[in-house]
């Protein structure tokens, strides 16, 4: 027994040099060649989060970004393909997907506008709104709708992403990319982007693209009879008997 195990040891250790000067580097090579790979696959967020500074010009933005540090990048880019969300203002805070070597950007979404209460008529009947409310801190929320219950959202990669969760789906969440249309003081406009299901013949299957185009969501004002609210006017006009 003692012999045996004396083998079985030597074995394992003749095992181990080969691996450190032989085969063994091989094998360790493609492991680290593999993670890379796994972690390339992985997507990363470019998009470099700051404040508008007031170096901000008609072609120019300045971004004193959460790193500390101030730069000064282009927007021919971004103004002419139509990327530039939500206006600028010194001490907004933006999101902005830059190139490479950070002196240009693509797009610019200004955070501070695509806040608040957004709605539309209800895609069922149009009797009532219904909407999506984007708050700080990444938290979103359902505004007079129970099928689809809006839970977070963040900006990826110049991109609009939303967490939810839909009625009768148990607790699965959906996580869902958006590309940004329109987004001024009162408009926000987003559209889905579409996702390649199966490959057929080399030729993808895509879903359909669904367009979301909401209005700020403002208080309804108590209407009034030529100045006169209606409770006035009801005074005014009351027969005593």
């Keep these: 027994m003692k012999k045996i195990s004396f083998i079985g040891m030597m074995a394992a250790v003749a095992m181990t040099m080969s691996s450190c000067f032989g085969g063994g580097k091989g094998q360790q ?21 700051g404040l508008c500074g007031n170096g901000t010009a008609m072609n120019t933005l300045q971004l004193l970004t959460d790193n500390g540090d101030t730069l000064t990048m282009s927007m021919a880019a971004a103004q002419e393909n139509g990327k ?27 955070q501070n506008t695509l806040l608040g209460d957004w709605v539309m008529p209800n895609p069922i009947d149009g009797s009532s709104e219904v909407g999506i409310r984007i708050k700080e801190g990444g938290v979103a929320e359902s505004i007079e709708q129970s099928s ?12 609009l992403e939303i ?19 329109m987004l001024g003081p009162d408009s926000l406009v987003y559209k889905s982007i ?48």
Excluded: C
């Excluded at 493609?30 to 989060?49: K, L």
């Excluded at 689809?148 to 991109?159: A, D, E, P, R, V």
């Excluded at 967490?163 to 249309?181: A, W």
């Design 163 to 181: 967490l939810s969760q839909r009625e009768g789906g148990g607790d699965m969440e959906e996580i869902n990319l958006y590309d940004l249309v």
């Design 148 to 159: 689809i219950i809006y839970k977070t959202w963040k900006i990826f990669n110049g991109k």
């Design 194 to 241: 579409p996702v390649a299901k199966d490959v057929y013949n080399g030729s993808p299957q895509k879903e359909d693209i669904e367009v979301f185009q909401y209005s700020r969501y403002k208080e309804s004002e108590p209407m009034d009879l030529h100045g006169l609210k209606l409770e006035d006017a009801s005074d005014e006009f009351r027969i005593d008997h």
């Design 29 to 49: 090579q493609v492991a680290v060649e593999e993670n890379d790979s796994v972690a390339d696959y992985i997507p990363r967020d470019q998009t470099i989060y």
């Design 84 to 110: 530039v969300f939500g206006g600028l203002q010194a001490g907004d805070r933006l999101a902005v997907l830059a190139n490479k070597e950070k002196s240009e950007a693509v797009i610019v979404i200004n």
